[in-house]
């Protein structure tokens, strides 16, 4: 199935309002959570996604592999393509150069939330009421929302301190080190030692520690200091092997041109939506 959507508030209303599954809100933002800040989508933004839809015996039982997606982020296009070959360890998302969508960190330790309060080192302290440093980024969430470790690395923190509440820190390599703090608990299995891959669950978002609310703070080390994550130029994932790319590029001509022919919603006029508005508030009203 091919679906498209143009952004009025969010992601998920905009696919809601298209009749598609919330589970391709989830698998939208996998694919895209080495490119796109979900954070800062923005009224006007546009997707256009081919997927798989699973029957058994005729029966609709759920979604299947997402095989092509774009996302249209500040007029600029955003490609992915789901390549399998059988030289790929296993197939991935590539972009129409053949690049890797996987990067060596992730845009964030959350799915879906917002920034709260960013790096800072003059940021006035909300609890201790004075110019406090703030050495992370803050992103506010319900209480229990999963927290993800943004890389691949090994836990050599899991503990608890008056100012961070529960955190856990964890090594990606000698240059690397990311925590998370505020954690209303951490996963079982998440120890001091554990090894973790991009992506895992290490805890759930709470407000622990001296937090206002929950939220999780996610500090970043380079070299044993503490940096802003946002400005930094991370390293890339693996390039593609040169004896796959002609491959490549025979599948995602045929592909792309697919994806390109899939048409966006009409777009509503502001008299349009206004209307749709009234006609909402007139239906709360009679409910």
């Not at 799915?111 to 309060?117: E, G, V, W």
């Not at 703030?134 to 608890?160: F, M, Q």
Request: some cysteine; overall charge negative; glycine content about 6%.
């Amino acid at each position: 199935r091919v679906a498209s959507g143009i952004i009025t508030s969010s992601l998920s209303q905009s696919m809601n309002d298209n009749g598609l599954s919330p589970l391709l809100v989830s698998k939208m933002a996998d694919i895209f959570a080495w490119t796109i800040d979900f954070f800062s989508v923005q009224k006007n933004d546009k997707f256009k996604i081919a997927y798989e839809e699973l029957y058994a015996e005729g029966e609709y039982i759920g979604i299947g592999e997402v095989k092509s997606a774009l996302f249209n982020h500040f007029d600029n296009d955003f490609y992915s393509f789901y390549f399998e070959h059988e030289e790929l360890d296993f197939p991935d998302f590539y972009d129409e150069n053949g690049k890797s969508l996987r990067k060596a960190f992730l845009k964030a330790p959350l799915q879906f939330s917002r920034i709260s309060s960013k790096f800072n080192p003059r940021r006035y302290h909300p609890v201790l009421k004075r110019i406090r440093p703030h050495l992370g980024t803050d992103y506010a969430a319900p209480t229990g929302t999963p927290i993800l470790s943004t890389a691949d690395g090994v836990v050599i923190e899991r503990s608890r301190t008056r100012g961070n509440g529960n955190y856990v820190k964890v090594k990606h390599n000698s240059v690397y080190t990311t925590q998370y703090l505020h954690m209303s608990k951490f996963k079982s299995d998440v120890k001091r030692g554990t090894k973790v891959k991009q992506g895992d669950v290490i805890g759930y978002v709470g407000s622990t520690g001296l937090a206002t609310g929950p939220h999780v703070c996610y500090r970043f080390w380079k070299n044993g200091k503490q940096v802003d994550p946002y400005k930094q130029k991370l390293p890339e994932a693996k390039a593609m092997k040169e004896s796959i790319v002609p491959d490549f590029e025979l599948f995602v001509d045929k592909v792309k041109c697919q994806l390109d022919s899939i048409e966006y919603p009409v777009k509503k006029t502001e008299e349009e939506e206004k209307e749709d508005e009234k006609e909402e508030i007139e239906e709360d009203l009679e409910a």
